[in-house]
């Protein structure tokens, strides 16, 4: 809850771009090890652009899909929704879906799974068990891809 709250506040302010990074379920280790992280945006049209940067830099992520289409299953008769569902299956989607409810503003967001936050034996460029997954990643984002301005050209 704390997650939505602080992307409402911050698109409110217009950036250019949102990046944040959370575990969300823990769904993911599942559907990807932790040899790769998760990704969600409300931006489908990045994920060959988010793949990409994590083959580049050597913190692969593997984006997923989040939408309205999912929201049927978070429905509440008591709340406006429901960050999670007790049915099985799908709960990062489902998560990522939820967060996606609380960027106004059409603003361009990507979160970041941190899946690959520990892996036995390291991962990539770093050899020790907490990978520090994240900072190469979203220099790379940044530097290299632009993202910045990916909504201005």
């Not at 990507?110 to 990539?124: F, Q, R, T, W």
Request: negative net charge; hydrophobic residues 40%; proline residues 5%.
């Amino acid at each position: 809850m704390v997650l939505a709250d602080t992307l409402t506040l911050a698109s409110r302010e217009r950036p250019k771009v949102m990046i944040d990074y959370a575990t969300l379920t823990g769904a993911v280790v599942n559907a990807l090890t932790t040899r790769y992280s998760g990704v969600f945006t409300n931006r489908s049209d990045w994920h060959p652009r988010l793949k990409r940067t994590g083959q580049k830099c050597g913190e692969r992520v593997w984006p997923f899909p989040i939408g309205k289409e999912f929201l049927e299953i978070l429905k509440s008769d008591v709340a406006d929704i429901q960050q999670c569902s007790a049915a099985p299956g799908g709960d990062h989607i489902l998560a990522g879906s939820f967060l996606a409810e609380f960027v106004e503003n059409d603003t361009p967001w990507v979160h970041v799974d941190l899946a690959a936050s520990n892996h036995k034996g390291g991962l990539a460029h770093v050899p020790t068990e907490i990978t520090g997954f994240g900072v190469r990643y979203t220099l790379s984002l940044v530097l290299d891809e632009k993202i910045l301005q990916a909504d201005n050209e």
